[in-house]
């Protein structure tokens, strides 16, 4: 079996074959692995490609929890707690009527104003539809508090992966480009063919697409700010989250309590160009997190990235 790509579904797709049973070769283009997971070390901080949330009890937390015998600490994603402009809490603990009529809408894949719905479809998507399949489910999981950030960030996931790669013996290859994927073979751009009986392409969504000669849709371009701030303008919330804006930001563990670890994201508007939606996201946080951008450390900010 061969893996195209190395990032974490790459990874997590090798570490699931291996343990069945599988021999599995994993070709990944760049000299990098972890693909949007990794992150880059800072001073302070490691500054990655803007929030990740895991599911609890879904794939990715059942595969965090068997990798190592110590696991990861992770922070619980507190609905009560998420901030949702306008609004609220996206969950108020004091209302279990609405509670059960947000629960029914996000369980009937039906359009809604509702601004608890959509802020959790927003952060369950990212701005890709949420309504229905599993982003809808993750809506519905999200809003009920089973959202999880690990502490040591999705590097350290990387990691664990990795190492229990290695343990069983599973071959990487980075700078390996893969240019065809034709009946069981893989071609690479140096020249070199493999052959398998099954090919797993996990490269992204477009060049996924130019692998197998099918058509692309889209390409869904966010802008991501993370950064490090000496102070905590988020005060008691855990995150803010902007349903017309299109904007979300969460406040990222850090050992150090005088410390924000910030990490925000703009979504699609369509007919917006990645600096301008990058302005949009800057401009909001100036407007709801006052003063942020003076209390910077180090920041890592990214106007167009592919998303997922």
């Not at 929030?51 to 990715?60: I, Q």
């Not at 009527?97 to 509702?114: K, N």
């Not at 601004?115 to 999981?141: T, Y």
Request: with cysteine; hydrophobic share 45%.
């Amino acid at each position: 079996m061969v893996v195209v790509g190395g990032g974490l579904a790459g990874l997590a797709a090798a570490l699931e074959a291996a343990s069945s049973g599988h021999k599995v070769v994993v070709l990944e283009a760049r000299d990098r692995l972890g693909g949007r997971a990794t992150t880059t070390p800072g001073r302070y901080a490691d500054l990655g490609h803007g929030p990740h949330v895991l599911l609890r009890g879904g794939t990715m937390h059942r595969l965090v929890r068997r990798l190592s015998r110590t696991r990861p600490a992770t922070v619980a994603l507190a609905p009560h707690r998420l901030h949702v402009i306008g609004h609220g809490p996206l969950r108020s603990l004091r209302s279990v009527r609405a509670t059960a009529s947000v629960r029914r809408t996000l369980r009937s894949s039906m359009p809604s104003d509702e601004p608890a719905v959509r802020a959790a479809r927003l952060l369950a998507g990212w701005g890709l539809p949420a309504v229905e399949g599993s982003l809808g489910a993750r809506a519905e999981a999200l809003y009920m508090g089973q959202g999880l950030i690990l502490q040591a960030g999705w590097a350290d996931l990387i990691g664990r992966i990795l190492a229990a790669l290695d343990e069983v013996g599973v071959p990487i290859e980075t700078n390996a480009k893969v240019i065809a994927v034709e009946d069981g073979c893989v071609h690479l751009e140096d020249g070199r063919d493999v052959e398998a009986d099954l090919v797993v392409v996990a490269a992204g969504p477009r060049r996924g697409a130019r692998l197998l000669e099918q058509k692309a849709g889209p390409a869904h371009r966010v802008s991501t700010v993370e950064a490090l701030l000496d102070a905590v303008p988020f005060g008691e919330h855990q995150g803010l989250i902007d349903v017309d804006e299109g904007m979300v930001a969460l406040r990222l563990p850090h050992p150090e309590p005088a410390f924000t670890h910030l990490s925000a994201i703009a979504v699609p508007v369509e007919g917006e160009d990645d600096e301008a939606r990058m302005a949009r996201l800057e401009g909001w946080l100036d407007r709801q997190l006052a003063g942020w951008q003076s209390a910077v450390a180090e920041d890592r900010r990214q106007a167009g990235l592919i998303w997922p």
